[in-house]
Every structure is written in C-alpha cells, then in structure tokens.
C-alpha cells in the first residue's frame, strides 16, 4: 500500500489546518458558562439546520407534521364543547406524537462518542423530568383553581 492510499496519512493540509483551527476554538470556548454556552449552542443549531449538505428524512418531516397536528386538536379540545373521553384523544396522540419524535432521534447515539452519548442521554432524561414536573404544576394548579371556584370564590 502505497503513502497516499494509507487511511492514516489522507489528510490534506487543509483537514489539518482545519482541526487546528477547531481545537483552537474548542480551547477558547469556556465549557460551563451557562447561558452565554446557550445562545452558543443556539446560534450552531440555527446554522446546521440552514446548512445545506443536512437532509431531511421523512419522519422528519412526519414528525414536523404530527406536532402541528397535535396544537390544532389540543387547541380544540380546550376551546370546543365535547365530552371528557374526547377531550382525552389529542393528549393521547400528542403522547404517541413525542414518543415517536424520541423514538426516531434516538438512532443519532449511536454515532457519538461514549462521552457525548452520555450527555445526550442526560439532556433527554432532564428534559422527560421538566415535563414531568411542568405536567404535574398544571394539574395541580387546575385542581386548585376548580375548588376555588367550586368554593364560590
């Protein structure tokens, strides 16, 4: 096997010059910084999906689909007179829809690294408990204000 055919020696000094350039960066770029880390984070995500050499799969856009789906009917089962069984159908399918929105994203674990799985991984379980915890505050806020106004108040 000749020099320029061996895996390990294909870099062009472009490659190099731009792993250098990214460590570089990668060094300047405070790691736990809090919010500033998330305008950060938020500005790289808006750039790689305006890139161009990122496709779509279709249960992307299938999922993009399901979430507008589900807002109109939750929007009508608040706002729309109909019985407590019907109302409970567009939260049974905005569960199915988040569901299946985890379940296709989940795949993408397999091509990171141990450390950056594990930080997808906690990210997910952080953002299950937020919901959680969020369900959880409105359920009890609607059972308060209920009673209060079962109370006459």
């Known amino acids: 096997m000749s020099e320029s055919e061996s895996p ?3 870099e062009s000094s472009a490659d190099v010059a731009a792993s250098a350039s990214a460590a570089q960066e ?3 770029t405070p790691r736990r910084a809090g919010f500033a880390n998330f305008f950060r984070a938020m500005h790289h995500i808006r750039k790689a999906s305006a890139a161009e050499n990122v496709e779509q799969r279709f249960s992307d856009y299938l999922s993009i689909a399901l979430v ?3 807002i109109v009917s939750l929007v009508f089962a608040v706002s729309m007179p109909a019985p407590p069984t019907y109302k409970l159908l567009p939260l049974f399918l905005t ?3 988040v569901v299946f929105y985890i379940v296709n994203r989940l795949g993408i674990i397999i091509s990171l690294t141990s450390r950056q ?3 997808v991984w906690q990210i997910l379980i952080a953002g299950f408990w937020l919901g959680v915890t969020s369900a959880m505050l409105v359920m009890f806020a609607c059972i308060y204000f209920v ?3 079962a109370n006459g108040l």
């Open 8 to 10: 390990n020696l294909d």
């Open 95 to 97: 569960v199915g829809a």
């Open 68 to 70: 507008l789906i589900c």
């Open 26 to 28: 990668a060094e300047r």
């Open 147 to 149: 009673s209060q106004g």
């Open 117 to 119: 799985a594990l930080i």
